[in-house]
């Protein structure tokens, strides 16, 4: 009886704790979810430009996992708890917000912060414990979209720059994904995966474009930004280690709901040009008789994160 009531206290104590140090217009936290140790940070000058920080317990400096959640570059939020077990894994987590469509922003300003995100986090290495040469992004759909860009694009860093989060490294140790959409060349992407993934609007409303026939009928005057915000396009044999992750078949529709926006055939075009060149690829899909690649996503994290 005693243990039980110091249980209940326990659960009591926790909640009241949470609500308190989020404020009073947080909701009061269940006892297995945990608040960020730093929440809110500006990133950038943007005002969807937060992170949120998770910091492991540790003397030493550790590995981030960098989240960037999916949405079609059009909606959707960053995490704002954890699961207790997400921080025993022996490194830091951090998630960002970022602009939207949906809220008046074009391409590139979410690879722009995408890219930010990750020279914040150098900026802020010694204050909040991170090892810079093991930061890894992850997301889905929209989300493993960025990431891969991170992965794959140049370094942007400017030493000369005004700006002391500019003068870091925006480059990563790697990138784990699901769903990922690695091209936006809308000639590819119906060629090679069909225009119902046209059904979304992804792969022209970030770019400017309110139709899949406006973007391709006048592809002169988008095509730059697309294939800049096109992973593929950006792969050298240089570039970090991938792991890509597709929960659907490669023939579709599998459901009603489906359209090729997450087909593992995204997934094929990446690994096929990262064998051409020797950059380290890995592809798991929802396929029955395909093969689970060598390296599971947990090793893959594992492996570059701690």
Not at 95 to 120: C, T
Not at 232 to 248: A, G, I, M, Q, R
Request: net charge positive; hydrophobic share 35%; proline share 7%.
């Amino acid at each position: 009886m005693i243990r039980k009531t110091l249980k209940v206290f326990q659960v009591l104590a926790f909640c009241s704790f949470a609500f308190l140090a989020q404020g009073k217009q947080a909701r009061v936290l269940k006892p297995n979810e945990l608040s960020p140790t730093h929440r809110d940070i500006k990133y950038g000058s943007h005002p969807k430009e937060l992170i949120n920080f998770w910091q492991f317990d540790s003397d030493k400096p550790v590995g981030i996992l960098l989240q960037i959640h999916g949405g079609g570059w059009m909606g959707g939020k960053k995490d704002e708890v954890l699961r207790p077990h997400q921080l025993k894994q022996g490194y830091h987590i951090a998630s960002i917000s970022y602009p939207l469509v949906n809220e008046g922003a074009l391409q590139p300003a979410m690879l722009d912060s995408a890219l930010r995100a990750v020279q914040f986090l150098r900026y802020k290495a010694k204050e909040w414990k991170i090892d810079s040469s093991r930061i890894v992004a992850t997301g889905g759909s929209a989300g493993g979209c960025s990431s891969l860009l991170i992965a794959l694009h140049d370094d942007i860093a400017d030493p000369q720059s005004s700006d002391p989060v500019k003068r870091f490294s925006s480059r990563i140790a790697g990138a784990q994904v699901a769903g990922a959409q690695t091209t936006m060349n809308p000639f590819v992407i119906e060629e090679m995966i069909g225009e119902k993934t046209f059904g979304n609007p992804m792969p022209y409303k970030p770019f400017g474009a309110e139709t899949a026939e406006e973007i391709m009928n006048n592809w002169g005057k988008y095509k730059e930004l697309a294939l800049k915000c096109s992973p593929v396009t950006h792969l050298t044999k240089d570039d970090p280690p991938l792991h890509l992750f597709y929960n659907v078949n490669r023939e579709f529709p599998t459901t009603t709901s489906s359209n090729g926006i997450h087909s593992p055939i995204f997934g094929e075009i990446m690994l096929e040009a990262c064998q051409k060149i020797g950059v380290e690829c890995h592809l798991q899909y929802w396929e029955k008789n395909r093969p689970k690649p060598k390296v599971s996503r947990q090793d893959f994290l594992e492996k570059l994160l701690l």
